[in-house]
């Protein structure tokens, strides 16, 4: 294990050659001013193989609830934002974001990165909206999570009309 700094104010913990022993819940606490804790809680999946080669059991992918981002999200305009998905599934699956589009969330456009997290950076009001993780193992369909994120402006003009 090991803790690593990709990016200034970003802090990772890297654990390599994890085994089921790892499993459990891991705390990371910033001595600042406002003291901040981070729990994640690591889940290590164990996958039996038979003579074959191939899994013994599948399981269709699912968002694990607690460990992902609220369906709502709330941030100020200019502030990094943080969104979480993280799902479970035989063989596991592979995360792939996108922003919403459109009436009735028809249109889609992948964003980011294939992963658990999407790091939305100094945040626009034009980022506001529905983003959308899917969890596809190709056992059955995809799992998804629509989260709304609502980017509170830093001011707004107004603009009297008088008559």
């Known amino acids: ?38 729990r994640v809680k ?14 013994k059991k599948t399981l269709p992918s699912k968002i694990i609830e607690y ?10 305009e200019g502030e990094d934002v943080t969104l979480r998905c993280n799902a479970s599934g035989k ?11 459109g009436n009735e969330n028809k249109g889609k456009t992948q964003v980011g990165t294939e992963g658990d997290t999407l790091i939305i950076r100094n945040i626009s009001r034009f980022c506001g909206g529905s983003y959308m993780c899917e969890a596809f193992n190709q056992v059955s369909t995809p ?21």
Not at 42 to 55: A, Y
Not at 143 to 151: F, G, L, P, Q
Request: proline share 5%; with cysteine.
């Open 91 to 101: 063989p596991l699956p592979s995360i792939t974001w996108y922003r919403l589009t």
């Open 143 to 163: 799992a998804v999570r629509k989260i709304n994120v609502t980017v509170q402006c830093k001011y707004m003009k107004e603009i009297w009309v008088y008559e």
């Open 42 to 55: 690591l889940i290590v999946n164990v996958r039996k193989i038979n003579s074959n080669n191939f899994p």
């Open 1 to 38: 294990m090991s803790i690593e700094r990709p990016r200034i104010g970003d802090w990772d913990l890297h654990i390599r050659d994890v085994k089921y022993e790892d499993r459990g819940e891991y705390t990371c606490t910033v001595n600042t001013p406002n003291i901040e804790t981070v």
């Open 67 to 76: 460990l992902s981002s609220n369906t709502e999200v709330r941030v100020r």
